[in-house]
Structure formats: C-alpha cells, structure tokens
C-alpha cells in the first residue's frame, strides 16, 4: 500500500524512524516487501540514478508494483536518492515516485537553493516530497566518491533560510556519517549537538540520515575468509546511535552497504563451499532470506514494528 511521505513522517516523527533502502535487484525488492508485511512495519523503497542506468527505472518500478501486489499489507512510497536536475525532473515527470533527492549539497549555498528550489517548484505540482541536503558527507558509494577533506557538517545557522527559501520537505544533514563501509574514521560518530541545534531550529521538520548502515565487523570477517579483501578499519553507526538520532527528528534513515555486505558474504561463502555449483537461484533465495531477517532487525531497532497497521 502506497503512503503518502507528509502522512508517514507525521505520524514517525521523534517517536521511530523509516528504513530507507537502496534496491538494485528482484531479490532485493521481494524480501524487502516480505519483510515489511511480516513485520508490520512501513519503509521507503529507494532508487539511485546508478541503479535506474544499471537494471532499468521501468523494469525496478515494475517490480515494485508486482511486489505491492503480492505483499499487499506491505506498506511503503518510493523515492529517488540522490539525483541531479535531469533524474528528478525524470522521476516527477513519470508520475512514479512520491518523493524526489535533489543533491546540491556540493555547491555554494547560493547554488543548492537555486537548484534545490527549481527541482521543488515541478515536484510540488504533483504533490511529490523533495529531499535536500545541506552539508556534504564523504565516502564512496554507487557514483558519490568525495574525500573526507571536502566533507563538511551542517551549519544550523543556515538550515532555517535553507529550508524558507526551498521550501523542500525533507533534509539530509552531515552529522559524521558517510558513504560506504569506512563511515567514522575520526571516531567521534554522530554530532548530536548539531542534530541538536537543528531540531531546535526547525521543529517538527523530519530530518534524513545518510550512511546509517551498521557495517557488521562479523560480515566483514566472513566475506575476507571467503576470498575477500575488505579492511578490518571498516566502521558503521553503532545500533545505539541511531535509535538516539530518532529523538532528535531524524524520520529516515539510509541503509545500503550493509545489504551489499551482506550480498557479498552470502555470494563468496556459497561459492566458495559449493564450487560445483553455478545456479543463480540457489544463492538467490538465500539472500532473500537473510535478507528478510537483517531488515526484520532493522525494523525492530527502529522502532517500526506494528507502526503499518494504523495507514491500512
């Protein structure tokens, strides 16, 4: 079941936050939406510009549909993360998303406002969300490779003008996180204080969190026994930081690389002790499964269980 993003963040805010996961693939979809019905619990089913180049916009969002379908107490809206002009005018313009990023994070101040506000004039015509970010946050991921030296926090000073002169509906902040496996190579981790100063700020306005994938150091062993070469230096958010980011408005939480950590180990084990096997659906439904379980967590430590009942 489609949900509206205003209803959803309203209804989440300070009180538990919405997984917002990054799919590529069938598998990923099919056990994201098997997981969100078993566990009562709604999510936001995201595409990046790398995943629309590598398997298709059309071909994701039809399997979203079909997924909808076969899950239907499942209950979620799709969003476009991190786009540019061109994939958010694409995706408003398809009528298939509820909610678009525009990342202009990288400019000048002047520039993402400008940016920013062109993608929300189009978006808000079709009553689609739109997602900003201000503050840039290091790591490597899909097509976003920025070192840590050019990452930079949000400044509270400026999300109040930012967000007047947008007028976007959601906002990514920098708070220590990053792309990818290595998030807190300083390990100072979430900046509270400025989550802090923001939510004071802006009240009530639900805030993004990018990078919030745990990056279990027990994947990182297994996929490296299985013929990996992944670093032992590889650091996600700590479990107990992100349930305290909930308190300070922080709605959305992006997870991607643990689901690819855990797609690697899955891979790299099976074939490793199974060498005479080559059949795509066996590792497949393995994943499906693991999957399942990892999102089922996920949900629970965010408090998101039980919450879908109440939009059905």
Not at 25 to 54: D, W
Not at 67 to 90: I, M, R, T, W
Not at 123 to 134: R, W, Y
Not at 145 to 163: C, G, H, N
Request: hydrophobic fraction near 40%; include cysteine; glycine fraction near 6%.
């Amino acid at each position: 079941m489609l949900i509206s993003p205003k209803v959803l963040y309203d209804n989440c805010y300070g009180k538990y936050a919405i997984p917002a996961v990054n799919v590529f693939t069938m598998e990923q979809i099919h056990a994201l939406f098997r997981s969100g019905q078993k566990a009562n619990a709604p999510f936001i089913v995201q595409i990046t510009p790398v995943a629309r180049e590598y398997a298709n916009s059309n071909i994701l969002l039809s399997i979203i549909e079909a997924a909808s379908k076969l899950y239907p107490k499942a209950v979620y809206f799709v969003h476009l993360d991190h786009g540019n002009e061109q994939h958010a005018f694409d995706a408003i313009e398809s009528n298939n998303y509820d909610s678009v990023m525009i990342d202009a994070s990288h400019d000048n101040f002047e520039t993402n406002v400008k940016r920013t506000k062109a993608v929300v004039r189009k978006a808000h015509k079709k009553s689609i969300f739109v997602e900003a970010e201000l503050g840039v946050l290091s790591g490597i991921e899909d097509d976003i490779s920025i070192d840590e030296k050019l990452a930079r926090y949000t400044q509270p000073s400026m999300v109040e003008s930012f967000v007047n002169e947008t007028n976007c509906d959601t906002l990514a902040v920098a708070v220590g996180t990053s792309h990818g496996v290595y998030k807190f190579q300083d390990g100072d981790g979430i900046q509270f204080d400025i989550l802090k100063e923001i939510q004071n700020i802006l009240p009530e306005f639900p805030i993004v969190l990018h990078g919030g994938s745990a990056v279990n150091i027990e994947e990182i062993n297994r996929i490296n026994k299985s013929g990996g070469n992944l670093s032992h230096r590889a650091t996600g958010v700590s479990p107990k930081e992100i349930v305290k980011s909930i308190s300070y408005g922080v709605c959305k939480i992006n997870i991607a690389t643990d689901l690819r950590l855990l797609w690697t180990r899955i891979h790299r084990e099976f074939f490793k002790n199974s060498p005479e096997l080559f059949d795509p659906i066996v590792p497949g439904k393995f994943y499906m499964k693991e999957f399942e379980k990892f999102m089922i967590s996920k949900f629970e430590l965010l408090g998101a269980c039980g919450k879908a009942d109440k939009f059905i």
